[in-house]
Nanobody, 117 residues
Framework: QLQFVESGGGLVQPGGSLRLSCAAS????????VGWFRQAPGKEREGVSC????????YYADSVKGRFTISRDKDKNTVYLQMNSLKAEDTGVYYC??????????WGQGTQVTVSS
């Protein structure tokens, strides 16, 4: 069964960068679209970015377009989220999950990102 482990979060100043990793085990990620989501304190979880399983097509929420880049490394069975020009409003717990067809599933435990001076 596919399981994800997110890592790479931390405390960063506004304008800084982080690269999040979503490492998969139990199955090849090649077969699935994978999404990154985040949840800020007191807010609902929101979709941030997604990468398709077939042609590598990508999706970004308007709030992160031009600043975040999603990618996958098939050899490492890992999906990354490069986050640049970070803002305070990017603070939250970041999760990855696979597209199960009707919903995203196999959620990881999340990694905390805090953008603060």
């Amino acid at each position: 069964q596919l399981q994800f482990v997110e890592s790479g979060g931390g405390l960063v100043q506004p304008g800084g960068s982080l690269r999040l990793s979503c490492a998969a085990s139990g199955s090849r990620l090649d077969y699935y679209a994978v999404g990154w989501f985040r949840q800020a304190p007191g807010k609902e979880r929101e979709g941030v970015s997604c990468i398709s399983d077939s042609d590598g097509g990508t999706y970004y929420a308007d709030s992160v377009k031009g600043r975040f880049t999603i990618s996958r490394d098939k050899d490492k069975n890992t999906v990354y989220l490069q986050m640049n020009s970070l803002k305070a409003e990017d603070t939250g717990v970041y999760y990855c999950a696979k597209d199960g067809g009707t919903d995203f599933e196999s959620w990881g435990q999340g990694t905390q990102v805090t953008v603060s001076s």
